[in-house]
């Protein structure tokens, strides 16, 4: 996981969710996002865990697709395998209505599902 440069401006440095400059996690408000909406994230490079893990929210609307790539793009490389999980409904945690989460397993690859279950490579539908 890398911390993106560009996001140093958008920094919380006063407050509950504050870091310090530079910090490999943090809270960054009022970040423009791809689709004009501003986007909050608050990102931790997973240390002491297993996993990274970037929240990502609007004031309006939950993020839509366009936004968490764009956000996915931030962090990390375009080759690293990146999640949303749909816990069982007994271990979820909903403290905002409008936030979606991204998930990075630090200690190797996730299995992933064979790509023909969701079509072609190189074939797009209209």
Not at 86 to 100: A, I, M, Q
Request: net charge neutral.
């Amino acid at each position: 996981m890398k911390m993106p440069e560009q996001l140093e401006q958008y920094r919380l440095i006063v407050g509950p969710q504050s870091s310090p400059p530079g910090s490999p996690f943090g809270a960054f408000n009022h970040v423009p996002g791809p689709c004009g909406e501003h986007l909050t994230i608050i990102a931790t490079d997973g240390l002491g865990t297993d996993w990274e893990h970037v929240s990502v929210s609007t004031r309006r609307r939950i993020p839509n697709w366009t936004e968490m790539s764009f956000v996915k793009q931030l962090f990390w490389a375009p080759e690293e395998c990146v999640v949303q999980f749909h816990p069982p409904k007994s271990e979820y945690v909903n403290t905002h209505s409008k936030v979606l989460h991204l998930w990075r397993w630090r200690r190797g690859e996730l299995p992933l599902p064979p790509a023909h279950l969701v079509g072609i490579k190189g074939v797009e539908l209209a």
